[in-house]
């Protein structure tokens, strides 16, 4: 077999963003090294440009999608202008998570089953613990949940993939489901 680059590329903002994508194409039987697809982590939007000018229309030219925070939304859309792309973001195979990808896999399987998930992981102390804490005490299971994959060194990367694997892959979040199916 003759080995070849990508032809498509979904850019993230980071390494847990990657591993949903990944995580989620492989629950759809899909392999994107085996189809030359390529997800990379950008380091966060302000990084957009420089990855649109080496993969997009003035570097490799290749098919782009992507996913991007809802506070990142309009620098991303800049990026993407300055690029010489356009504006209209979905149409270029770009999604935009509310508030993150993380806040839409919680929403999307619910706080009691990512509570589970927490739970079979061995973090429900650790867990516990933050919802004692008083600026936590008292709001949405949804937004301490999101919290603690936000703290804590690497969980949010490590929580990535058992989010995706606890979704009905009937409520996967728009905007993961969509990047997807761009590529």
């Not at 490590?158 to 489901?177: E, I, N, W």
């Amino acid at each position: 077999m003759v080995e070849t680059g990508p032809c498509a590329v979904v850019l993230v903002e980071g390494i847990s963003d990657q591993v949903a994508v990944h995580a989620l194409a492989e629950r759809r039987d899909r392999n994107l090294d085996a189809e030359g697809v390529s997800v990379v982590p950008i380091g966060g939007a302000q990084a957009l440009g420089r990855y649109l000018e080496h993969f997009g229309p003035q570097g490799l030219d290749l098919r782009l999608a992507g996913l991007c925070d809802a506070g990142e939304q309009e620098h991303v859309r800049s990026a993407m202008e300055r690029s010489g792309l356009g504006a209209d973001l979905e149409r270029l195979g770009f999604y935009v998570c509310d508030p993150d990808l993380e806040g839409e896999l919680i929403r999307a399987v619910g706080g009691v089953a990512v509570e589970a998930v927490v739970e079979a992981q061995g973090d429900l102390g650790p867990f516990r613990t933050l919802q004692k804490q008083p600026e936590w005490r008292g709001r949405p299971l949804e937004e301490q949940l999101r919290r603690f994959m936000g703290s804590g060194g690497r969980r949010k990367i490590r929580y990535a993939r058992f989010l995706v694997q606890a979704l009905d892959l009937t409520r996967v979040p728009r905007p993961l489901d969509s990047v997807l199916a761009s590529v």
